[in-house]
DNA sequence: CTTGAAAAGTGATGTAGGTCACTTTTAGCT
DNA sequence: AGCTAAAAGTGACCTACATCACTTTTCAAG
């Protein structure tokens, strides 16, 4: 476990400088939590109780609509956050699902944890401010995609951005995140 | 301009306390900026210097693509944040246009004093935190609507949410912000 | 190594929304 | 009030992509 918290020190250093009493301070409010694939960090209409950061593995966020078709949000990897944000921030119910596309393990923070440790340790909440800042600054690229450009070519604009992302999961998953139909985006390659 | 300042101070005590000191040194990083119609807050090309928070007025913030047609990311007026985050926060040229709807009011914040209030006073960075936070959870709304809803749902669901807005702004630029074109949208009360 | 299910590919056909060209309406200036 | 330019509406036609139905390939579990 030292290691994996090893990890998650480094990931808010690689933003702002913390002494080790601040660490400790800051680590003793996360929880470990490890789950198989196919199973489910939230569900539509639980709790959410946490945001979390990914130790290891791969989840995907999406959520169905009316015709039960499913529509990817985000996909989320190592050293990544994820959450429902919308929920999880108003302590509401849950709007979409994150289930594992692999085993995986997270490192669970609460909303009250989250608040105490960035209302303590200034550098914790500037190191969210910025991380928020530049989730931002990537659902606004991909607003921009969506009204930019053509479905084939968001599809080769991804494969540049995150080729390893592509290798781990089922095509018909890149599609519904592209917002393309399964048959439409198998036409590109050929 | 002390009215104009109050109502900022106002802006952050809606989600942070600040001590009448802390917004004195709060208050002393902004700069005052004032447009009419038509003109540019922020240009393709041209150094990101700011981030604006908008006293009064209208702008909107769009990319012109290949074809020289307009999508516009954002429309934002009294009592929102506007910048070319991207840019802002990388200090790289801009990749947006930024330009006034109706003649505009602006604080203006640069980076290095965001920076230095984020870290001198915590409430702010903890103000900012949230309100990234906010807007991360707006975009992934947009997201999701841009996936799953058809173009004329999308128009229903913006008249419910932002009546006050169709009304500031000629419909082909409400068309170019949900990504259809105008002749389309104009097909949709009839 | 086999086998059953999930994923991927493919053809035929349907449709939402785009584009172009033109007309009508609205709104800002002098 | 009168004029100009931008905005909005409309018809005809076009196209990117969806949908449906089916086949082929891949892959994981016994």
Redesign the pocket.
């Known amino acids: 476990m030292e290691d994996k918290l090893l990890l998650l020190r480094q990931h808010f250093e690689e933003i702002v400088s913390l002494t080790d009493e601040e660490w400790d301070f800051v680590q003793s409010h996360f929880e470990y939590k490890s789950l198989k694939?196919h199973q489910f960090l939230i569900q539509v209409g639980q709790p959410v109780d946490f945001e979390y950061w990914i130790i290891k593995g791969l989840v995907k966020a999406y959520s169905i609509d009316e015709?039960g078709?499913e529509h990817i949000l985000q996909f989320a990897m190592e050293d990544y956050w994820v959450s429902d944000h919308c929920a999880f921030q108003h302590q509401k119910p849950g709007t979409i699902f994150v289930d594992c596309l692999e085993d995986s393990e997270f490192f669970c923070l609460s909303l009250e944890n989250r608040e105490k440790i960035c209302f303590e340790v200034p550098a914790v909440a500037n190191f969210f401010r910025i991380k928020s800042n530049h989730g931002y600054i990537n659902l606004q690229q991909r607003i921009l995609s969506l009204l930019t450009?053509?479905?084939?070519s968001?599809y080769e604009y991804l494969l540049n951005k995150l080729p390893k992302l592509i290798q781990r999961?089922?095509?018909?998953?890149?599609?519904s995140y592209l917002?393309?139909?399964?048959?439409?985006?198998?036409?590109f390659?050929?």
């Open positions: 694939k015709k078709k450009m053509t479905a084939e968001r999961v089922p095509k018909k998953l890149i599609a917002g393309v139909s399964r048959e439409t985006l198998s036409r390659n050929s």
